[in-house]
């Protein structure tokens, strides 16, 4: 009797010690998705001869936020740059300095979480639609009338979410956006990880949403890729892309409505096409932003 006793002892205490391993695991998984470690990056506009102002705003849920604002005086329209998951706005100067180069003003800002912004978690969309709506409001409050948006990764989704709602941005340029909340883990957990979306994806997002106070399945282009028209959009990806796979984008432009461009390239990793095709990408882009900003 002794033995059966402590038998179940031991029984119990090893499926708690499971029970706690697995709720480690998951909220260790999570805390990749929501809290990105900072990266600061060291270069600034000056690196590219650009003259500069530091702005800052803060969004409707009071999180401030910093940015570069990059007049240029003879343009009368601005593109705002959002970037990606777990960097901050230097790394769009390349595309900072093309755009400037076509009589462009433009606007940069560290997401919520990320770079020199306030804020503590990230939600891949859901909260970061307040910090571009909060960059729009700045334009319009500093006379900006003519406003495009580009944005890559996370920050291409985060613009296509916002433009669905939101008139006063004209135009939108989406380089390896993604669909949802779920689609971006699914990916992400596969390509650096090389784990399957079951059993482990489900109660990471519903973990991670928890965390956030947010229900995930709101970050979702399927549901709202239809209200962005008439704003125009340009949807670009890689063929090769494995961080965010091509399935993305064909489904973004599957559920948008006219006008939309696809352009899918090939040997080009994610956010690889600016650097591989640099030519057409830059033709592409002006063009476009030319065609509905000027």
């Known amino acids: 009797m002794e033995n059966q006793i402590t038998g179940k002892i031991n029984l119990i205490f090893l499926v708690i010690l499971i029970i706690f391993f697995i709720f480690v695991c998951l909220w260790k998984s999570s805390s990749i998705i929501i809290s990105p470690r900072r ?21 409707e849920d009071s999180i401030p936020i910093k940015g570069w604002y990059i007049l240029n005086k003879i343009s009368n329209a601005t593109i705002i740059l959002l970037h990606g998951f777990g960097v901050d706005k230097s790394d ?26 306030g804020g503590k ?4 969309g859901h909260f970061e639609k307040r910090d571009l709506k ?6 319009k ?28 941005i004209l135009a939108v340029v989406s380089d ?3 669909l949802s909340f779920r689609s971006a883990v699914r990916d992400f957990a596969k390509c650096y990880y090389h784990l399957p979306e079951y059993p482990f994806i489900p109660p990471v997002i519903w973990l991670a949403g928890r965390r956030l106070g947010i229900n995930p399945n709101n970050v979702d282009l399927s549901f709202c890729a239809k209200d962005i028209s008439p704003t125009p959009i340009l949807i670009i990806h890689s063929r090769d892309d494995k961080e965010i796979r091509l399935i993305n984008a064909t489904q973004i432009y599957k559920y948008a409505k006219e006008p939309k461009e696809l352009w899918v ?11 591989v095709y640099e030519k057409e ?14």
Request: hydrophobic share 45%; net charge negative.
């Open 39 to 59: 990266f600061h990056g060291s270069i600034t506009p000056e690196v590219y001869g650009l003259s500069y102002k530091e702005i800052e705003f803060t969004t």
């Open 281 to 294: 990408y830059k033709r592409r882009v002006i063009s476009f932003f030319k065609k509905y900003l000027f």
């Open 92 to 117: 769009l100067l390349d595309v900072a300095n093309f755009l400037f180069q076509q009589n462009f003003s433009v606007l940069l800002f560290d997401f919520r979480a990320h770079g020199y912004s």
């Open 141 to 168: 409050d500093s006379g900006e009338i003519r406003i495009g948006v580009m944005g890559f990764s996370m920050g291409g989704t985060v613009a296509l979410l916002e433009a669905s709602k939101n008139s006063d």
């Open 265 to 275: 390239v090939d040997e080009a990793e994610h956010l690889g096409a600016f650097f």
């Open 176 to 178: 390896c956006g993604y």
């Open 121 to 124: 978690y990230c939600s891949l």
């Open 134 to 139: 909060a960059a729009v409001s700045f334009l």
